[in-house]
């Protein structure tokens, strides 16, 4: 992990009435960093700012706001279709809204090189060949519509579109949220796989903590627009601060089941920064 490609520093996303992030500071190396925490708690507009999609009249301040050594601050519409879907690439949680109806898999992928790649018809053909392969799945998919793909395989398209140009950073919004348990891994073990093959950092957004244990390396903890708690993400299970603690033990399971799980006191400060035990 010796460069930083995403240096975040005193992030703000205002919104008239509401300020939906505050103070936020982060980096990420060449790594798998997840955001967690629970819906509201701030985790997508944070990606959303830095790929450039917070809508008006929502506002981003910061200190620094920078993705490999680009200041998002100062970008204007070129820059930004230069380093967005090239040098950091999206996955979003759901292939069914994502991709489109009426074009097939291959015309998608092919769209995304065409935007960013100056390659010859046959060498964008072995491209989308070579990362329909990566991500598990088989080329007659290729000729293929959405409607016609299980939410497993929609999500492995989604991740070729996302990774035919190389992206040295990936931001994975809950992309297994729209799937069942097996495949929520299987998922999970690909990302992993293609950040390590192709030394890709992640960022990946959830709310699954179980997965983020296994598969990333270190986690925020974010709350009402807040980062409070930070820590290498094999120490969750250990966690002390109250609102981590309740988000892992909260979880159903067989174990749990008939019984009432563990709520949250929100009374108490749970919005001061806090760092597990290293």
Known sequence: MTENRIHVQGLNI???GARVVENLS?????????L???????????????MGLVRKPGK????????????LLT??????????????SMVLQDPRYALNPVKNVAQQIDEALRLHQKLSTAQRRERIREVINAVGLQENVLLRYPAELSGGMGQRVMIAIALVNNPKVLIADEPTSALDARLRNQILELLVEQCEQRQMAMLLISHDLPLVAQHCQRVLVMYQGQKVDEMEARELA?????????LWTCRPNAATYGTMLPTLDRSQNLQGEHHGDR
């Open 36 to 50: 967690v925490g629970e819906s509201g708690s701030g985790k997508s507009m944070t990606a959303r700012s830095l």
């Open 26 to 34: 982060f980096t990420l190396g060449v790594e798998r960093l997840a």
């Open 75 to 88: 970008m204007h519409d070129r820059d930004w279709q230069r380093l967005r879907g090239n040098d950091i």
């Open 238 to 246: 250990t966690a002390t601060h109250p609102y981590t603690r309740t």
């Open 14 to 16: 205002d919104y008239p």
């Open 60 to 71: 981003v301040s910061a200190t620094h706001l920078n993705v490999l050594n680009h200041d």
